[in-house]
């Protein structure tokens, strides 16, 4: 499982809630009693979106289905502390490359059950990284690590 990552700022209209933080990592996954790995694309206070090659369809053979349940193990870059929570799909969609042929499968997860101790090290990441890049470019950014 990677323990790293790499700052920079990207494009991109925030609509929702949270900032997102554009966050590469791999991700333990367990959905319907199958594990796998896969990356991250985003992370924020309450969700994280998955991001495969794999097609849409072998994505939910895993057990990867809107409003179903899975389990996440990850590591924040820089940090040797195993975040592990439970969350449920929001939804899932396939968007093409920006060059050749096939396209990118990303998974929308909403965080819930997740203990305090990993939720005050996601919050503490998030505010360490908005704090490094304030500036009046970010309110409609996304941050890329």
Request: charge should be positive; charged fraction near 30%; hydrophobic fraction near 35%.
């Amino acid at each position: 499982m990677a323990q790293e990552g790499s700052i920079k700022i990207g494009p991109g209209k925030n609509r929702r809630k949270h900032q997102r933080i554009i966050c590469r990592v791999d991700v333990d996954a367990i959905a319907h009693k199958k594990w796998f790995v896969i990356s991250s694309y985003n992370i924020c206070l309450d969700g994280i979106c998955l991001e495969t090659e794999v097609p849409i369809k072998r994505l939910k053979d895993f057990g990867v289905k809107v409003k179903k349940t899975v389990d996440l193990r990850f590591f924040l870059p820089n940090s040797d502390n195993l975040i592990v929570t439970k969350g449920r799909v929001t939804y899932i969609k396939r968007v093409p490359k920006s060059e050749g042929k096939g396209g990118i499968t990303l998974a929308g997860v909403n965080f819930c059950d997740m203990d305090i101790n990993h939720r005050r090290e996601l919050e503490d990441f998030v505010v360490d990284i908005l704090n490094k890049n304030r500036s009046s470019d970010i309110l409609n950014s996304s941050i890329v690590i």
